[in-house]
C-alpha cells in the first residue's frame, strides 16, 4: 500500500503482547510514532515493543493504564497529547476472554469482560474524540470479534461484549463524521495469541479449524496489520462505521 498515512501519531492499547504488539510495530513501518500503553504488569514487555518500535526508526511513547478506569484513559490520554501534540489514529485493542458457560458465569466474570472490552473502548474514545473532532480529522480503530458476529459456546458473555463494540463503532461513526472522524472495527478469528491459543485449548482444536478455514490455516497477529493500516490511511476516507471480518474465511456475515 502506497504511504498516505492520514497524520503522524497512533495510539495502540493493550500493546504489550500479541495482536497490539503487532499492531503497533505494523502502524510505524506504516510511518506513524506510536503510543503504546497496557496493565502495569506489563510494563516489561511493553518495554520490548518500544524497542521494535524503535527500530523501524519511528518515536514510541509508553503509558502504564488500565482502559477501564476513566481517571486513568484521561490522564494517559492528556499525558500523550502533551509529550506528541496530536493522536491521528486510535486503536483499541486491549482486551480480556476468560471463557466459560454462560449457566457457571459468574457476576464478577460479566463485569470484568465489560468493564475492559466493552467500557474501556467507550472511555477510549470519550477521552481521544474530542481532540480529533477538534482537529476535524482522525481514525478510530476498534478490535472487535467474529465472536461479536455469532456467539460460540464458552464465550457467550465476551461476545456480548464484542457485539457491543460494533454497536459502538456503528454509532459513534454517525455521531463524529461530519467532523471528519472515521471509525470502524475490525472482527479477527481465530488468530495465535496467548489468547487465541487458550481459547482453542488443544492440538485438535486448531486442526479442525484450520480445516475449517477457506484460507486452511489460523491466524497470526502480523495478519491483523494490513487491514488496520487501510483504516488508519487516506485510501479508507469513505469507510466508515463497518466492521471487516478477518478471519481466513470461517465466518461469512
Ligand atoms: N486472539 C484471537 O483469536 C482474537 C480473536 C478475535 C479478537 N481478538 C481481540 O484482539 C484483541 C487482542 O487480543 P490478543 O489475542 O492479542 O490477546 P492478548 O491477551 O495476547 O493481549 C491482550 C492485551 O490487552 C491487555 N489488557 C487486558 N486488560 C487490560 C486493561 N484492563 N487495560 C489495559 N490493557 C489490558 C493485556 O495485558 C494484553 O497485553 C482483544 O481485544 C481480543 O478480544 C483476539
Redesign the pocket.
Known sequence: MSNSRIGTVALV????????RALAVGLAKFGYDVAV???PG?AKELEITRAEIEATGRKAYIYT????SKHEVEATTAALLRDAGRIDVLVN?????KPSLLQDLDEGSWDAHFD??AK?VLLMCQAVLPHMRARKSGRVVN?????GRQGVPTQGHYAAT?ATVITLTRVLAQEVGMDGVTVNAI?????L????KN?LGSDEAIRHWEEVAALKRL?Y?EDIIGPVCFFASEQSAFVTGQALNVCGGIYFH
Open positions: 492499547t493493550g500493546a504489550s503482547r500479541g495482536i497490539g500503553t497496557d496493565l506489563q493504564m488500565d482502559v477501564s485493542n486491549a482486551g480480556i476472554l475492559v472490552n474501556g478490535i472487535a470479534s467474529i465472536a464484542k472482527c479477527p478469528g481465530i488468530i495469541t496467548e489468547m487465541g481459547n491466524g497477529p
